[in-house]
Each structure stands twice: as C-alpha cells, then as structure tokens.
C-alpha cells in the first residue's frame, strides 16, 4: 500500500503560481511512476502529468505543456506539480496517483485525497 497526501493548493490570480507536493509513504516510492490529475466540478477527472520512477521521462496534456512541471524527490519520498501562469480553467481539485508510468487514470493504483486550486480572473 502506498497513502498519499497532497498540500499546497490554494486561491491565486489568473497569472500567479503554486506547488503542489504529494508526500508519499508506505512500500518503496521509488518503484511507483507519478501522476497529476485534476476534476473540475461537474467533468470527469483529467490527466495533467506524469513523471516516471527515476525521472528519466515525463509527460504532460496539451493544456499545460509549457506552464506546469512535474518532479519528484525519491529521498524525500515527494513528488512536485509546480504551476505557472496559472488560469481560470485550470481551477479544479488536483490528485497526485501512484502506478504505472501513462495518461491514463486506469494506469493508477494509489491515489490521494486531493487538493483544491482556484484561479480567480
């Protein structure tokens, strides 16, 4: 079993940043690829990103390429969504999964209890 918690969502103006951390703890952190998604209300949860175990690859959906990066801290058994040039459309509630490396949520057995982030226009 492998309990994660994400923290550092927040309010912020259209424009601003924040960093998501998701601490993880149980078995090995290390073995698990990452992944973000996010549930605005009344959609489906979404892919965001996603970063593999030795963070030798990381992907992201169209709608924040450019903006987001995904990292993690194996030691610190963490992994980070840092957010920039944020939007009004990115507002949603945010979970961090742990799984197999991909975009797709089925790829994911752990998952946290989510963090909420909203962008004000």
């Known amino acids: 079993q492998v309990q994660l918690v994400e923290s550092g969502g927040g309010l912020v103006q259209a424009g601003g940043s924040l960093r998501l951390s998701c601490a993880a703890s149980?078995?090995?952190?290390?073995?698990?690829?990452m992944g973000w998604f996010r549930q605005a209300p009344g959609k489906e949860r979404k892919f965001v990103g996603a970063?593999?175990?030795?963070?030798?690859?990381?992907n992201y959906a169209d709608s924040v390429k450019g903006r987001f990066t995904i990292s993690r801290d194996n030691a610190k058994n963490t992994v980070y969504l840092q957010m920039n040039s944020l939007k009004p459309e990115d507002t949603a509630v945010y979970y961090c999964?742990?799984?197999?490396?991909?975009?797709?949520?089925?790829?994911?057995?752990?998952w946290g209890q989510g963090t909420q982030v909203t962008v004000s226009s």
């Open positions: 149980g078995r090995a952190f290390s073995m698990y690829a």
């Open positions: 970063i593999s175990w030795g963070s030798i690859s990381t």
């Open positions: 999964a742990a799984g197999r490396y991909g975009m797709d949520y089925t790829n994911y057995d752990y």
